[in-house]
């Protein structure tokens, strides 16, 4: 969307094999540009930071980076410190000693297990139920102290389940849509009435790029704007849209997992004129043509 507004855009990445590369490149191949740069390095490496900022003069950092999953949080935590808060810390410091004044920064909706719904920004989120959220929390806070001490323009943008073509292969709506087509069955954590405020990524995107406007210090929720649907009425829908029935496999509820999500986005929609358009069966359907229209690579790609 960046480069379709004519700006110059740099994007980063380090490819690490959390899930699988070749879906990474597909993306990446997809910004062939001669506005766009793809850099394969790190956000925890800070010489790689600097030579980054000097690469060009920046008006913004959209640091969309991180370790995501909540389960894989729990196997390896130290990982998602490094990222997310230090890879975070990188990007400001090299930010303030180039006097780069904007930074958007990706956060989640994992934040608010355990808070009343529709879940509002103003609630504290200090009791998050995961490494993955607590690492979150911390950029948050470090990026508000950034803001503070050296007047960093800060948008946190809390997203809501995105999915989408193309989407992660650890999320719900990539691994049913291939283990329905598949035959395979669907491992369900939990009966699969717990329910989440699916938002589809083009409307995230033109959140976050809404969000580079100055504001001084604000955390705006990007969620779909409706009521929370279930994971049951997820496959019911993928079901209908490939023609195929589910097979269903019950695992444990996992306790870092939220049961409901729901977000409130009055903030995002009055300070931000933002407003999800892509509704749920819209959405599912982009997401079967793509994995329909890819194959046989799609059905091959490897699941976390």
């Known amino acids: 969307m960046l480069l379709d507004q004519g700006h110059h855009v740099v994007g980063v990445d380090n490819m690490n094999d959390y899930y699988d590369v070749s879906l990474k490149q597909h993306r990446v191949d997809q910004l062939a540009n001669d506005r766009f740069t793809f850099r394969a390095m790190d956000i925890e490496d800070e010489p790689d930071v600097e030579s980054l900022m000097d690469s060009a003069p920046f008006d913004a950092v959209l640091n969309l980076?991180?370790?995501?999953?909540?389960?894989?949080?729990?196997?390896?935590?130290?990982?998602?410190?490094?990222?997310?808060?230090?890879?975070?810390?990188?990007?400001?410091?090299?930010?303030?000693?180039?006097?780069?004044?904007?930074?958007?920064?990706?956060?989640?909706?994992?934040?608010?297990?355990?808070?009343?719904?529709?879940?509002?920004?103003?609630?504290?989120?200090?009791?998050?139920?995961?490494?993955?959220?607590?690492?979150?929390?911390?950029?948050?806070?470090?990026?508000?102290?950034?803001?503070?001490?050296?007047?960093?323009?800060v948008s946190v943008c809390r997203y809501f389940t995105v999915y989408g073509p193309a989407g992660r292969p650890d999320m719900c709506v990539f691994?049913?849509?291939?283990?329905?087509?598949?035959?395979?069955?669907?491992?369900?954590?939990?009966?699969?009435?717990?329910?989440?405020?699916?938002?589809?990524?083009?409307?995230?995107?033109?959140?976050?790029?809404?969000?580079?406007?100055?504001?001084?210090?604000?955390?705006?929720?990007?969620?779909?704007?409706?009521?929370?649907?279930?994971?049951?009425?997820?496959?019911?829908?993928?079901?209908?849209?490939?023609?195929?029935?589910?097979?269903?496999?019950?695992?444990?509820f996992h306790k870092a997992d939220i049961t409901t999500t729901q977000a409130n986005i009055a903030k995002a929609q009055k300070q931000l004129g933002w407003q999800p358009t892509v509704g749920l069966d819209e959405g599912l359907a982009a997401c079967v043509d793509w994995y329909q229209s890819n194959k046989p690579w799609s059905a091959a790609i490897r699941l976390p």
């Open 65 to 153: 980076a991180a370790r995501a999953g909540v389960r894989y949080s729990m196997e390896n935590p130290r990982v998602y410190m490094t990222t997310n808060l230090m890879g975070t810390l990188n990007l400001l410091e090299s930010m303030r000693r180039r006097s780069i004044g904007k930074l958007v920064l990706a956060s989640t909706s994992s934040l608010y297990a355990g808070q009343p719904m529709p879940f509002d920004e103003t609630l504290s989120v200090n009791t998050p139920i995961s490494s993955y959220a607590a690492s979150k929390k911390a950029a948050e806070m470090l990026a508000h102290s950034h803001h503070h001490l050296y007047d960093v323009d």
């Open 175 to 252: 691994r049913f849509i291939h283990w329905i087509d598949q035959g395979e069955p669907i491992e369900l954590f939990g009966d699969g009435t717990q329910s989440r405020d699916f938002t589809y990524v083009d409307d995230i995107a033109r959140g976050t790029i809404a969000a580079i406007k100055p504001v001084g210090f604000e955390v705006f929720n990007l969620g779909g704007g409706n009521e929370p649907v279930s994971l049951l009425a997820i496959i019911e829908k993928l079901e209908t849209l490939l023609g195929k029935k589910a097979k269903l496999t019950h695992r444990t």
